[in-house]
């Protein structure tokens, strides 16, 4: 079956400094989205990805999915204490969806 | 609107009660989701219904009832719950349906809490 794993599960930084979560598939992907939810919160879009390849750029986050569409990446340069939250990917493969495990983030000041 | 809202907030029932959680959403979205997530845990897909019609249950015990009166609303009707069904339900929404699933607007949840 289809098992994607998200790494690492939990990331502590000075502010300023960056930050990369990833997810690796055994399987192909249809597409992965990327979502954040503060702690308290509930899950927020952030960021959809569908071509082999791509990349996209929000201001300080990066986004890539891989050229067999097996792994995806989020990297954020320069945290700020606005980034702390559990960071998700959520990828779609044979009609399931899956969110992988999560990255916690936590930031010093 | 770009909001789905949740009733209740909160909700603590015994086991042996019938309730039920509803979620709403008015950005003419036409797919609509359960989850389930527990605490420092991702969400678990439980239902998906599209265009009206369930179309994904993720093999969910039968205490579990989902419902979609219609476009806008989503109903999960709770019956003989156990403790373990203690959890935070996420409801969310998105555009189309069918075989891709688009960005999804949560809502903010309803805690549970079973005694």
């Known amino acids: 079956g289809q098992q994607v794993m998200q790494i690492p599960q939990y990331q502590h930084v000075q502010e300023g400094e960056d930050f990369t979560t990833y997810c690796n598939s055994s399987?192909?992907?249809?597409?992965i989205q990327w979502y954040k939810q503060r702690p308290g919160g509930h899950p927020v879009f952030l960021i959809q990805?569908?071509?082999?390849?791509e990349v996209k750029k929000q201001k300080r986050l990066t986004f890539q999915f891989g050229e067999a569409k097996k792994n995806s990446s989020l990297h954020i340069t320069a945290t700020q204490t606005t980034d702390v939250g559990t960071y998700f990917c959520?990828?779609?493969?044979?009609?399931?969806?899956?969110f992988g495990q999560g990255t916690r983030l936590t930031i010093n000041p | 609107d770009t909001e789905v809202t949740q009733t209740p907030k909160h909700l603590v029932m015994g086991m042996t009660n019938k309730k039920s959680l509803k979620c709403e959403q008015h950005?003419?979205?036409?797919?609509m989701y359960w989850y389930k997530q527990k605490a420092k845990k991702p969400p678990e897909l439980m239902f998906v219904y599209s265009y009206e019609k369930l179309s994904i249950n993720e093999s969910v015990p039968s205490r579990f009832s989902p419902e979609c009166p219609n476009s806008s609303l989503l109903n999960l009707h709770l019956h003989a719950l156990q403790p373990e069904d203690s959890a935070l339900y996420l409801c969310?929404?998105?555009?189309?349906?069918?075989?891709?699933?688009?960005?999804?607007?949560f809502g903010p949840g309803t805690r549970l809490t079973v005694l």
């Open positions: 959520l990828h779609q493969g044979a009609q399931k969806l899956v």
């Open positions: 990805l569908v071509k082999s390849g």
């Open positions: 950005m003419g979205h036409r797919a």
């Open positions: 969310a929404s998105s555009q189309g349906g069918g075989r891709t699933y688009n960005e999804q607007f």
């Open positions: 399987t192909t992907l249809s597409n």
